[in-house]
C-alpha cells in the first residue's frame, strides 16, 4: 500500500535530476541523455496517475511518449554525427554561434 | 404640397455645399469659366427655391410655418436632437437676403476676383459660407444653428485670410476667429443651461414651455436671465457689438465681396437673428433686452464716432457697419423686433451696394483704398457713382430711400417703449443717426466730387464691367424702394412687414397699445426731427468737404487730444493686447511651452525610448548562444509559471 | 511488498540518476540511464501497467539507449574538458530546478490525502488484462494518433538517415 504521493515524488526527484545535469554537464550526448531522463520521469507520473484513475488514458500517453522520444533520438544523434562532423568538438560551450 | 416642399428645403443649403465640394476638390484644374458656373449655379438654384418658397408660403391658406424634421442626431435618454428646418416668415425674409444677396455678391465676385489667383478657392469658400449659413437660418433648435454659427465663422476665417501671403490679412482672419470663438463660448454655455432647464434644445419646445410658465418670469427665476446674457455674448461675437467688435474693422482685408457679403448683409446679422428667433425668450428678462439695447445703442454711437475720422475707405463701412448693427440690437432691446429685422433687411441691401460700389472704386483706381487719394470720380465712373448714391441716401435716412423708413420706426419704437432709459435710448440713436448722415456725406464728397487727388494717369481710371455694374444697379434699385415695405400708418402707408413678421412676433399685448395711445402725432414729429437730423449731417459734411475743404483739417488740429482718441479707435486694441493677449501669450509660453510641451511631453517620449534602450541592453547580454544558459532561464522560467498557477489559486481563484 | 519493491526500485533509479549527474565519460552515463529504466520498469508493473513496463525494457533501453551507445561509440566521445561555460546557467538555472522540485513536492505532499494509495498490479477495473485494455483503446479511439506515429516514425527514419550521411 504505497501512497501514490511516494510516486510523484521519485518522479519529481527524477525530473529535477534530469534538470541540473542539463545544466552541468559540457558534452553534447549527455546532455540528450538527460533529457531522456527527464521523459522518463515524466512517464512514471502518467502511470501513477492512469493507477490512481483507474483509466487507461494515462498509458496510451506514455505510448505515445515513447514513441515520439524514440524518433526524436534517432534525428538528434543523426544532428549530432553532423555537428561532430564540421566542428570536430562535442562541447556545448562551443556551439554559439546563435549569439547576439 | 408640403411634402414637396419639406423635400426642397434640404437643397437650399446641400446645393451650395455641392458647390464647394466640386470647387473645393476640382476647382484648381478646372478652367474660370466652369468654376464661376458651377458656383453661380449653385447659388441661383437656392434662391429659386426661395422665390418659390416665397410664392407658396404667401399665398392664402398657407401654413405659418413649415417644419421638415429628419432622423434624429442625438438620441440619448434626456436630450434628442433632430435636424430639422423651420420655415417660418422670419425664415423667409433672412433666406431672401441670404440668397438674394448672396447671388447678387456671387455675380459681382465674377467680375472684381477676375484677375486673382486663387480664383477656385474663393468661390469655394462662398459657397461653403452659403450651406452655413442656410443651415443657420433654417435651423429649427439650438444646436443646429450652432453648427452654421460656427461655419460661418470658420468661412469668414478662411475668405478674410484668402490673400494668406499678406501677414496682416492671416492676423486678421486669426483674431476674426478668436474673437468669434469667446462670443460661442457664451452660446455654448447657454446651450447646457437650456439642456439642464429644459431638457431640449429645441425652440417650439423651449418657447412653449416658456409661455406656459409665466410664473417663472413672475417669481424671477435667476437661470432665464442668465441664458439669455449668454447669448447676448454670442451675438456680440458674432455680429461686432461692444466688447467683441473688435474683428470687424481688421476683416476688411479680405476681398470686397467678402466685406459685402459676410460682413455687412448676412454673418454679423446672425446674432440679430438670433436674439430675434429668441424673442420669447429674451421677453421673459426684461433686465437682458436693457442690457442688449444699451450694448445696441452705446455701439452704435461708438462705432459711429471711429468712423467719422478713418480715412480707409473699407474702414468707414466697416465702423459704419457695426453702427447699424448697433441700431438693430437696439430695436430688439426695446421689443421692436419686428422694426430690427426690417432694418436688417434695409440695411443688408444698402450695405452691401455700398461695400460692392466701394469695390467698384478701388477697382477703378487700381486698388487705392484711401479717401484721400481719392476725387472727382463723378465723371469717370457715372453707374458707381449714382448707385453708391442711392445708398448712402439710404442709410443717412433720407426719405422716400429705404434706410429711412427702418431707421425711423426703430427710433420711434425707442421713444415710446416702456424701458425706463427710453429717453437717453433715443437720443443716443438721434446723435448716431446725425453722426451716420455726416461720416457717409463726407466719404460721398470725398471719392466723388473736387478735384482728383489720385495718382493716376488720366485715362487709366475706368468705369468697371457691366457683371460688376448689374448687382450694383439692382441693389440700388433695392435700397430706394426697399423701405416701401415698411411704410408705418402715419404716411398712409400699411406697413407690411410688421403684419408679415407677426406670425412670429405675435405680441398683440404691447406694441398695438403703445401706437394706439401715443397717436401719430408724435410718430410724425419724430420722423421729422430724425430727417433735420440727417440734413444736418449732410450740411455739415458739405461745408468740411466740399464748400471749404480744409475745415475738418483746422478742427482736427484745434482739438488735437479728442482727435487722436477718436482716430486712434479709443486704443481699445491695444488695452486688450496689453490687459489680455500679453499675459496670456506669457502663460503660454512660459508654463504651457516651457513645463508642459518640453517638460513632460517630450521628456516622457524620451524616458520612453530610454528605458526601451535599457531593456534592449540587457537583453543582448543574455542571448549569449550557450545553449546551457538558455536552459537555465527555462529552468527559472518553469518554476516562476508553476509558482503562479499553484499559488495564484489562492489568490485569484480558478485560474 | 510493494513498499519494499518501491523502495530498493526506487532508490536504484535514484542512484542511477545521481551517477548519470556525477559521471565524467558520457558511457557511464549512458549506462546508469540504463539502470534507470529497467527500474522504472519495474514501478511500471507494480503500478499494473505490464505492457508498459515490457516495452520500456524492449523498446526504450533496448533500442533507444543501444543506439546511444553506439554513437558515444561512433564519435569517440571522451571525458569531458573543463570549459568555463555560462554562469547564467549555474546562477540561475541550479535555483530553477530546485524550485521546480520544491513546489512539486509542495503540491504532492499536501494533497496526499486526495491522492490516495495503489495497490500493487492490479487491473484498471474491467477485468481485462492491461494488455487487452491498451490495445482495446489504441485500435478504436486512439486509431489515428496510432497511425500518425509511425508516419511519424517514418519520417524520422528519413530525417536521421539523410542528416548523417556523408557528404557527398
Known amino acids: 500500500m504505497v501512497p501514490t504521493a511516494y510516486y510523484l515524488i521519485l518522479a519529481a526527484m527524477l525530473f529535477s535530476i534530469g534538470i541540473a545535469a542539463f545544466l552541468i554537464k559540457r558534452n553534447v550526448i549527455t546532455i540528450f541523455i538527460s533529457i531522456e531522463l527527464m521523459l522518463n520521469a515524466v512517464n512514471l507520473t502518467f502511470v501513477a496517475f492512469a493507477h490512481m484513475w483507474h483509466q487507461v488514458a494515462g498509458q496510451i500517453f506514455v505510448f505515445f511518449v515513447m514513441v515520439v522520444a524514440a524518433a526524436e533520438a534517432a534525428v538528434g544523434l543523426a544532428i549530432i554525427i553532423s555537428i561532430y562532423r564540421t566542428r570536430q568538438t562535442l562541447n556545448v560551450d562551443a556551439l554559439d554561434r546563435m549569439k547576439s | 404640397m408640403s411634402a414637396v416642399q419639406e ?44 422665390a418659390w418658397l416665397w410664392v407658396t408660403m404667401c399665398s392664402a391658406g398657407a401654413p405659418d410655418a413649415i417644419e421638415v424634421v429628419s432622423r434624429p442626431w442625438i438620441a440619448i435618454t434626456g436630450l434628442t436632437v433632430n435636424f430639422a428646418f423651420n420655415v417660418d416668415h422670419l425664415t423667409l425674409i433672412m433666406l431672401a437676403v441670404v440668397t438674394g444677396v448672396g447671388f447678387l455678391i456671387h455675380i459681382y465676385s465674377v467680375g472684381y476676383m477676375a484677375h486673382e489667383e486663387g480664383y477656385w478657392r474663393f468661390f469655394a469658400y462662398l459657397n461653403l459660407f452659403m450651406f452655413f449659413m442656410s443651415v443657420l437660418v433654417l435651423a429649427a433648435n439650438f444646436l443646429l444653428l450652432f453648427v452654421g454659427w460656427e461655419g460661418v465663422g470658420l468661412s469668414s476665417y478662411l475668405l478674410i485670410g484668402f490673400y494668406f501671403k499678406r501677414k496682416s490679412a492671416a492676423n486678421a482672419g486669426k483674431k476674426a476667429f478668436v474673437v468669434n470663438r469667446i462670443g460661442d463660448l457664451g452660446f455654448l454655455l447657454a446651450m447646457f443651461l437650456l439642456i439642464v432647464h429644459f431638457g431640449s434644445l429645441d425652440f417650439s419646445q423651449i418657447f412653449d414651455s416658456i409661455t406656459q410658465h409665466p410664473e417663472w418670469q413672475a417669481q424671477g427665476a435667476h437661470f432665464l436671465p442668465a441664458i439669455c446674457l449668454l447669448l447676448v455674448l454670442g451675438a456680440a461675437g458674432k455680429s461686432a457689438q461692444i466688447p467683441l467688435y473688435i474683428w470687424l474693422p481688421d476683416a476688411m482685408e479680405g476681398p470686397t465681396p467678402v466685406s459685402a457679403l459676410i460682413h455687412a448683409a448676412t454673418m454679423v446679422t446672425a446674432g440679430v437673428y438670433m436674439v430675434a428667433r429668441c424673442h420669447v425668450l429674451f421677453n421673459s428678462s426684461p433686465l437682458a433686452l436693457t442690457v442688449v439695447a444699451i450694448i445696441g445703442a ?97 442709410i443717412a435716412g433720407i426719405p422716400p430711400f429705404a434706410g429711412f423708413f427702418s431707421k425711423d420706426e426703430i427710433l420711434y419704437r425707442t421713444f415710446t417703449s416702456p424701458n425706463p432709459l427710453h429717453i437717453t435710448l433715443w437720443i443716443v440713436g438721434l446723435l448716431t443717426a446725425g453722426m451716420t448722415s455726416f461720416y457717409m456725406f463726407r466719404l460721398w464728397f470725398k471719392t466723388f466730387f473736387g478735384e482728383q487727388r489720385a495718382e493716376q494717369q488720366e485715362g487709366s481710371v475706368h468705369e468697371s464691367s457691366w457683371i460688376m455694374l448689374l448687382p450694383l444697379v439692382v441693389l440700388a434699385f433695392l435700397s430706394v424702394v426697399g423701405g416701401w415695405i415698411g411704410v408705418p400708418s402715419v404716411l398712409f402707408g400699411s406697413n407690411h412687414i410688421e403684419h408679415f413678421l407677426d406670425p412670429v412676433f405675435a405680441n398683440p399685448g404691447a406694441a398695438e397699445v403703445v401706437a394706439s395711445t401715443s397717436g401719430h402725432g408724435l410718430e410724425l414729429a419724430l420722423a421729422v426731427i430724425s430727417v433735420l437730423t440727417a440734413l444736418a449731417g449732410f450740411y455739415i459734411a458739405y461745408l468740411f468737404y466740399y464748400q471749404k475743404p480744409g475745415t475738418a483739417a483746422a478742427l482736427a488740429e484745434r482739438n488735437r487730444p479728442a482727435y487722436a482718441l477718436v482716430s486712434n479707435k479709443y486704443w481699445v486694441d491695444e488695452l486688450y493686447n496689453v490687459a489680455l493677449v500679453t499675459p496670456l501669450l506669457m502663460f503660454t509660453r512660459g508654463i504651457l511651452e ?62 | 511488498m510493494q513498499l519494499a519493491l518501491f523502495i530498493i526500485f526506487g532508490a536504484l533509479a535514484l542512484g542511477g540518476a545521481l551517477n548519470l549527474l556525477f559521471q565524467r565519460h558520457p558511457i557511464h552515463s549512458a ?44 564519435l569517440n566521445a571522451g571525458t569531458e574538458h573543463h570549459t568555463r561555460g555560462s554562469r547564467a546557467a549555474y546562477a540561475v538555472g541550479i535555483p530553477g530546478a530546485a524550485a ?48 500518425v506515429t509511425s508516419i511519424l516514425i517514418l519520417v524520422a527514419i528519413l530525417g536521421a538517415v539523410v542528416l548523417a550521411r556523408k557528404e557527398q
Open chain 2, 298 to 394: 452705446v455701439t452704435a454711437i461708438f462705432a459711429a464716432s471711429i468712423g467719422m475720422v478713418q480715412h480707409d475707405i473699407k474702414r468707414v463701412l466697416a465702423y459704419s457697419t457695426i453702427s447699424q448693427l448697433g441700431y438693430m440690437f437696439l430695436a430688439c432691446g426695446v421689443g421692436a423686433y419686428a422694426a430690427g429685422i426690417f432694418h436688417l433687411l434695409t440695411h443688408a441691401f444698402f450695405k452691401a451696394l455700398l461695400f460692392l460700389a466701394a469695390g467698384s472704386v478701388i477697382h477703378a483706381l487700381s486698388g487705392e483704398q484711401d479717401l484721400r487719394k481719392m476725387g472727382g470720380l463723378r465723371t469717370k465712373t457715372p453707374i458707381t457713382f449714382w448707385t453708391m448714391s442711392a445708398g448712402v441716401f439710404a
Open chain 3, 100 to 147: 521546480i522540485f520544491c513546489l512539486l513536492s509542495f503540491v504532492f505532499l499536501s494533497e496526499r490525502g486526495a491522492l490516495m494509495s495503489s495497490n500493487i498490479g492490479g487491473d484498471l477495473g474491467n477485468g481485462l488484462d492491461n494488455i487487452a485494455e491498451v490495445s482495446a483503446m489504441l485500435f478504436t479511439r486512439q486509431l489515428l494518433p496510432f497511425e
Open chain 3, 31 to 74: 549506462l546508469s540511464l540504463v539502470v534507470v529504466m529497467m527500474s522504472l520498469a519495474v514501478l511500471y508493473w507494480s503500478l499494473g501497467a505490464e505492457f508498459l513496463a515490457a516495452a520500456q525494457v524492449i523498446v526504450y533501453s533496448g533500442a533507444i539507449m543501444v543506439l546511444f551507445v553506439f554513437v558515444i561509440m561512433l
Open chain 2, 7 to 50: 423635400n426642397y428645403l434640404w437643397l437650399i443649403p446641400l446645393l451650395p455645399l455641392a458647390g464647394f465640394l466640386i470647387n473645393g476638390t476640382l476647382g484648381r484644374k478646372l478652367p474660370r469659366v466652369v468654376v464661376s458656373t458651377v458656383a453661380l449655379l449653385f447659388t441661383a438654384a437656392p434662391a429659386a427655391i426661395v
Open chain 2, 594 to 655: 516651457l513645463v508642459v510641451d518640453r517638460g513632460i511631453v517630450d521628456g516622457s517620449g524620451a524616458a520612453a525610448g530610454a528605458t526601451i534602450r535599457g531593456l534592449a541592453w540587457l537583453e543582448r547580454k543574455q542571448i549569449s548562444g550557450n545553449i546551457r544558459s538558455y536552459a537555465g532561464w527555462l529552468a527559472i522560467g518553469a518554476a516562476v509559471v508553476m509558482a503562479v498557477m499553484i499559488f495564484g489559486r489562492l489568490h485569484w481563484g480558478t485560474l
